[in-house]
């Protein structure tokens, strides 16, 4: 059976089917979550996609985390269970404290939409243990907040706990020690900025997304998860 | 009793301010070269009933530290003043 990851829709999320569509490429399967809803609906995994999640109204992903699909996430998240913020996505998880620090506005105040070199700088997290480490893969960005930003002490844990899940090759927004991606403790919630959806498939320029979500893929399929012992469905 | 909130949110300290920063740069060009320190924030305004002003500021201050402010990045300050009750 394979893995079903759950989409969560947000009022202004505008990813959700480029990743349904990339998750149903890959061999998985996946459904949208209105955010209303508190039910996950038996989901192995956790894609909070792309988008304007409420507008971004006062902060990015600020009135998003109080949704009530977002009480589920968190559960879901403390149970092991495998939980991706794209985007916007990442912008929501840090907001709900799910993920450590903030994306503010890009250093240069504009709207960044290209395509980007990261590397992969940890493989032992849900989105990357099927890359080699160390791997460059060319994603697109498209956001106004990927600026990273956390104080001193958080760093220098991400550092050392080895929670910087990817960098940019060359910082295109200012982002804190040019961090495009991190991950929580556990290493089952991560959030990026790049759009890994977005590049699955040759027709749209790069697949090298694919192997990112193939790890999200495996991670959901993987029954030894502590989830389950924590009564979550796995691959049904 | 009711009073009106005057919610500024600006960013922490030592965070890097890219809004004030491209204001600070802008100034120069109008003639304003003795210009330092600028920083863009957020004025929220509003009024809320509550029995005495420390419940009122005690009210805000919550909803600042859940919503309206992201204490990673961003400090707040709050101004209350008692509505006359007419």
């Known amino acids: 059976m394979s893995a079903r990851v759950g989409v969560v829709l947000f009022p202004g999320t505008n990813c959700e089917h480029d990743v349904v569509w990339a998750i149903e490429h890959l061999g998985g399967s996946a459904e949208l979550l209105w955010h209303g809803e508190r039910e996950l609906r038996g989901v192995d995994a956790v894609v909070v996609p792309g988008g304007f999640a409420h507008g971004d109204y006062l902060r990015t992903g600020a009135i998003a985390r109080f949704s009530p699909v977002m009480e589920s996430v968190a559960t879901f998240a403390s149970a092991g269970g495998p939980v991706v913020g794209i985007c916007n996505g990442f912008q929501v998880l840090t907001e709900a404290g799910l993920l450590p620090g903030a994306l503010q506005k890009n250093a240069g105040l504009k709207f960044l939409c290209e395509t980007v070199e990261c590397r992969v700088e940890t493989t032992t997290t849900v989105l990357t243990n099927q890359a080699d480490p160390g791997a460059v893969l060319r994603l697109p960005i498209n956001h106004f907040e990927g600026n990273y930003v956390c104080d001193a002490t958080t760093l220098e844990r991400l550092r050392g706990d080895d929670r910087i899940v990817a960098r940019y090759v060359r910082n295109p927004n200012g982002s804190l020690d040019s961090i495009a991606g991190v991950c929580n403790e556990a290493r089952n919630v991560v959030g990026i900025m790049p759009h890994p959806e977005r590049a699955s498939d040759a027709l749209v320029g790069s697949t090298d997304g694919a192997v990112l979500l193939r790890s999200l893929l495996a991670a959901a399929s993987d029954t030894t998860s502590p989830r389950t012992a924590l009564g979550h469905k796995v691959g049904v | ?86």
């Open chain 2, 1 to 86: 009793m009711r009073f009106e909130a005057r919610v500024d949110v600006t960013h922490l300290p030592g965070i890097l301010d890219p809004q004030g920063a491209t204001v600070e740069r802008s100034l120069p060009a109008l003639g304003y070269d003795n210009v330092s320190e600028v920083r863009v924030g957020k004025s929220i305004r509003l009024v809320v009933e509550a029995s005495d002003e420390a419940a009122a500021r005690a009210q805000v201050d919550e909803m600042c530290r859940r919503l309206l402010a992201n204490p990673v990045i961003e400090a707040y300050e709050i101004d209350l003043a008692e509505l006359s009750s007419t």
